[in-house]
């Protein structure tokens, strides 16, 4: 088949830039071929390559001693201890999600999936981060559906459950949808499986589903803009099937028990081009690849389709040639595909061939290790003008207008859509904070939790970065859990504007920020960029994903308040209002400041909560909303009323940061009252809990009546 010729608008297309295309002529010596043309295109683009984000993720904190993998594999990895290690990473499928909600979500789970158990590690566990245009934008209802029936279609016939997650809905994403998945997994510390290859002559094994031509150029479509011709884009977005996936992982994690994997790599973005390159660079060796071996599932396949093909369920591995046909065994054993499509070579060189014709010829190196690299111009956010007077309202109505919204109403008709319990390990179940999963056969458990409040980072980038870490933070100490380690998806607009890098790096500081000082290194993540459409970008999104330990499950902080429990706060209340939540649902304004973090503060209340969690019935922390939907979100989960002695905006509305809500008896309360004097932590009571109405002051109402409004709010507003 005769190969298009190379023209301008050729190069354009593939998404490079002419300045990119003449470093690709100086390189070779020479012109590339069309297939070559769609490897650098794949491997040079912002999803795969991180050109304008490399001088910034380099500054976050990736070690510690609990850190056994950090960025770069997979997946990051942590100690537990007992020999054991968690596996985890949080990644963006936003593009493919927005064109075609179901797979491009379903595709999500899958690929987060196979990072998880490409390392080695059973996955335990998943979470979404969901981010949706205005409800009543036209295609938001469509995406809500699409999306969760793609996330729970996967991953409950996979079988993982999804213990927790967040969705939230703003006109900024009404072009761009944000699906970010998270998954984790355990593994024997002492066998974690990496994908550098070694030695050279050693066999390049195909292993799982056969390659079609689905997601063709799906990393370089992730990596720009939206404008109208975005239907023609939907044959980018992959098909996921998730019962191959099942038999994959469990054809996968037999192999490595044989020890016959040298290295391994998942196919995901740009498939066989990045997984074949990323093993080769890391392990300073070449690939010689002959595609008429790849196995395929469509006729007449070009070099072209197979190296940047992103069908699904596929994994690239380097073999110990004397176990070939045990390894071919297993996977013939899963029905599944296990073709010797290569071997490891002895110099930099990427060499393609298709029925003995060379289709591409390249420096290996020069496709992953010295992809480009941009330091991009930056402009700082502009500090938050001053923020207009508050008006007062009357609290049950400010309380009506926040969880009869589709931002702060109940979640179960989303989370009720996913599996949670699958595998029977699940302790805590989505909508109540952290979800918590027993580690099988001990007495110990983890927590998971995924946070984000775009509009604190959109208003004061550093300020907003440092709170997504703190409220990850909080969550995991508001069920007894020590925070271990984060992941990120850092998704945001185009970073060629000077304010959206800002935004980036501004976030990047904060993040840093906070990771060092609550000891929460970043081990895994992504970055997603050109989130735009119509030159409009999203809110910027950098989502933390964290990770927490019980290190027994009598430690965990469960409960729910009972009738006549003392209400206490924990934490400074100063009021903040700027980019509250009561300040976007009722009064539609996003003015002010995003609230300050002290880390100091974050970290010496989070203590005192592990530290006194035998003093404490339930936990919450606050967060949007403040005192006032924290106190109703507790009260309501416990099918009780509560009853508070604040009745003004600033103090219950508010959203300072480093604040919890406890609720314990009398006796309880005293304790931690002389705990937090000793630990010289701020604590008040604020009220009680118990009837069966909500009382702000002189303020109430039935219980019964807005419990119905919370939970059906999200229902009516996107059926």
């Avoid at 992103?310 to 591995?317: D, G, I, T």
């Avoid at 390990?425 to 946070?451: E, I, M, N, Q, W």
């Avoid at 630990?679 to 009382?695: C, K, L, N, P, S």
Wanted: some cysteine; overall charge negative; aromatic content about 8%.
């Amino acid at each position: 088949m005769q190969e298009p010729q190379i023209t301008e608008e050729l190069i354009q297309a593939h998404g490079l830039k002419p300045e990119e295309y003449a470093e690709i002529i100086r390189l070779l010596n020479r012109e590339p071929t069309f297939t070559e043309l769609g490897i650098f295109s794949a491997m040079w683009n912002e999803h795969c390559s991180y050109k304008s984000s490399k001088k910034w993720l380099r500054t976050l904190p990736t070690t510690g001693p609990q850190v056994i993998c950090g960025p770069g594999e997979n997946a990051g990895v942590v100690d537990i201890g007992d020999g054991q290690a968690v596996v985890f990473k949080m990644e963006s499928h936003n593009h493919p999600s927005y064109i075609e909600p179901y797979q491009g979500a379903a595709t999500g789970v899958g690929g987060i999936l196979r990072d998880v158990f490409t390392m080695g590690a059973r996955p335990i566990a998943a979470m979404n981060s969901l981010s949706f245009g205005a409800v009543d934008h036209p295609k938001t209802k469509q995406l809500v559906h699409g999306v969760v029936e793609g996330i729970g279609g996967y991953g409950n016939c996979f079988g993982v459950p999804t213990v927790g997650g967040e969705v939230r809905f703003h006109p900024a994403y009404n072009g761009n949808c944000l699906v970010n998945a998270f998954a984790a997994g355990l593994a024997d510390a002492d066998k974690i499986f990496y994908s550098a290859a070694s030695g050279v002559g050693m066999p390049v094994v195909y292993l799982g589903a056969k390659t079609g031509r689905d997601g063709v150029g799906g990393a370089t479509m992730a990596s720009a803009e939206f404008d109208d011709t975005i239907e023609e884009k939907r044959p980018t977005v992959q098909v996921g099937d998730p019962f191959t996936e099942k038999r994959l992982m469990e054809a996968t994690l037999e192999l490595m028990a044989t020890g016959a994997v040298i290295s391994i790599q998942d196919m995901g973005a740009a498939g066989l081009t990045c997984s074949a390159v990323e093993m080769g660079d890391k392990g300073d060796l070449g690939v010689e690849l002959h595609l008429e071996c790849v196995p395929q599932r469509e006729e007449n396949m070009t070099a072209y389709e197979m190296m940047l093909s992103e069908s699904q369920e596929r994994m690239l591995m380097v073999l110990k040639p004397e176990k070939e046909e045990e390894a071919r065994a297993v996977f013939e054993k899963w029905d599944l595909d296990f073709a010797i499509v290569g071997h490891t070579i002895d110099e930099d060189r990427f060499l393609i061939k298709h029925n003995g014709e060379i289709k591409a010829d390249l420096p290996l190196k020069a496709l992953s290790g010295t992809a480009p690299e941009y330091d991009r111009p930056w402009q700082e956010t502009p500090a938050a003008a001053p923020m207009a007077e508050v008006p007062g309202i009357d609290p049950i109505d400010g309380l009506k207008a926040l969880i009869g919204s589709p931002n702060y109403a109940a979640k179960q008709w989303v989370y009720q859509q996913y599996d949670h319990m699958v595998m029977a390990d699940t302790v805590r179940v989505p909508g109540l904070g952290a979800g918590v999963v027993r580690v099988h056969g001990t007495d110990k458990a983890l927590a998971f939790t995924s946070d984000v409040t775009p509009r604190y980072v959109r208003a004061n980038p550093y300020e907003g970065g440092k709170q997504a870490v703190a409220e990850a933070y909080r969550n995991l100490c508001a069920v007894g859990a020590k925070p271990l380690a984060t992941t990120d998806n850092l998704n945001f607009g185009n970073p060629e504007k000077p304010e959206i890098m800002g935004q980036f790096v501004g976030a990047i500081k904060g993040i840093g920020a906070a990771v060092a000082a609550l000891d929460m290194p970043i081990v895994s993540g992504n970055v997603s960029l050109y989130n735009e459409t119509d030159g409009q970008g999203i809110l910027p999104t950098p989502t933390i994903g964290a990770v927490g330990l019980l290190d027994h499950l009598d430690d965990l902080i469960a409960g729910q308040p009972r009738d006549g429990h003392v209400a206490l706060l924990i934490g400074r209340t100063r009021g903040h209002l700027g980019q509250s939540a009561l300040l976007y649902e009722v009064f539609n304004r996003e003015d002010g400041d995003a609230p300050a973090v002290d880390l100091e503060e974050e970290r010496r209340n989070g203590e005192f909560i592990r530290a006194n969690r035998a003093f404490i019935r339930a936990c919450t922390d606050l967060s949007d909303g403040g005192l006032a939907l924290a106190a109703f979100e507790m009260a309501e989960a416990a099918g009780i009323g509560v009853h508070l002695d604040a009745g003004d905006t600033p103090t219950l509305f508010g959203e300072d940061q480093g604040r919890y809500l406890v609720a314990c008896s009398f006796d309880q309360a005293e304790a931690l009252m002389v705990a937090a004097g000793k630990a010289g932590v701020q604590i008040e009571t604020v009220g009680r809990f118990g009837g069966d109405t909500v009382r702000f002051d002189g303020a109430e109402a039935p219980m019964q009546e807005l419990s119905a409004l919370y939970r059906g709010a999200f229902a009516a507003a996107i059926d």
